[in-house]
């Protein structure tokens, strides 16, 4: 609560008693038959129910002022808590990619290697037939193909 809003509710009630403090003396002064005075207390009436109209007006400028405040802060608390999930998803995006495995294996040639390609083009003599290479890298011979037989059971 800001002080617009206090000083808006503090000085709208006052004005509004003292409101009710000169109906009352009106209300005396018209069973008396006192004209003058009948219109005096309506004038301190009037005069008080326009400082209550007044005090009712700043209420409502203090209202909006903490309401426009009220939302300045919730953008600002929304933009740290976008910033802070922005930080936390960057963070586990690189542990991420630094706990990954290679997906790709790395392969090394050396000169010697290299030099060979060069002078010599590589053939494989596979006649059209399956191959299989042993963990050395040599070509073991294709083992004989069984005849296919199929089973289904029902």
């Given at each position: 609560?800001?002080?617009?809003?206090?000083?808006?509710l503090?000085?709208?009630?006052?004005?509004?008693?003292?409101?009710?403090?000169?109906?009352?003396?009106?209300?005396?002064?018209?069973?008396?038959?006192?004209t003058?005075?009948?219109?005096?207390?309506?004038?301190?009436?009037?005069?008080?129910?326009?400082?209550?109209?007044?005090?009712?007006?700043?209420?409502?400028?203090?209202?909006?002022?903490?309401?426009?405040?009220?939302?300045?802060?919730?953008?600002?608390?929304?933009?740290?808590?976008?910033?802070?999930?922005?930080?936390?998803?960057?963070?586990?995006?690189?542990?991420?990619?630094?706990?990954?495995?290679?997906?790709?294996?790395?392969?090394?040639?050396?000169?010697?290697?290299?030099?060979?390609?060069?002078?010599?083009?590589?053939?494989?003599?596979?006649d059209?037939?399956?191959?299989?290479?042993?963990?050395?890298?040599?070509?073991?011979?294709?083992?004989?193909?069984?005849?296919?037989?199929?089973?289904?059971?029902?």
């Amino acid at each position: 609560m800001n002080i617009q809003m206090m000083e808006g509710l503090v000085g709208a009630s006052a004005s509004i008693k003292l409101s009710g403090t000169s109906m009352s003396v009106y209300r005396q002064a018209s069973a008396e038959g006192d004209t003058e005075k009948m219109k005096r207390a309506l004038g301190y009436t009037g005069d008080c129910t326009e400082k209550a109209v007044q005090y009712q007006e700043k209420l409502d400028k203090g209202m909006k002022a903490e309401a426009k405040a009220r939302r300045e802060k919730e953008k600002l608390e929304r933009e740290a808590a976008i910033e802070k999930r922005r930080e936390e998803r960057k963070r586990a995006e690189e542990r991420a990619e630094a706990d990954s495995p290679r997906t790709a294996d790395l392969v090394q040639i050396s000169a010697e290697a290299k030099v060979a390609l060069e002078n010599k083009p590589v053939e494989a003599e596979t006649d059209g037939e399956p191959v299989t290479y042993t963990e050395t890298g040599g070509i073991s011979p294709a083992p004989a193909e069984e005849d296919p037989t199929l089973s289904c059971f029902a």
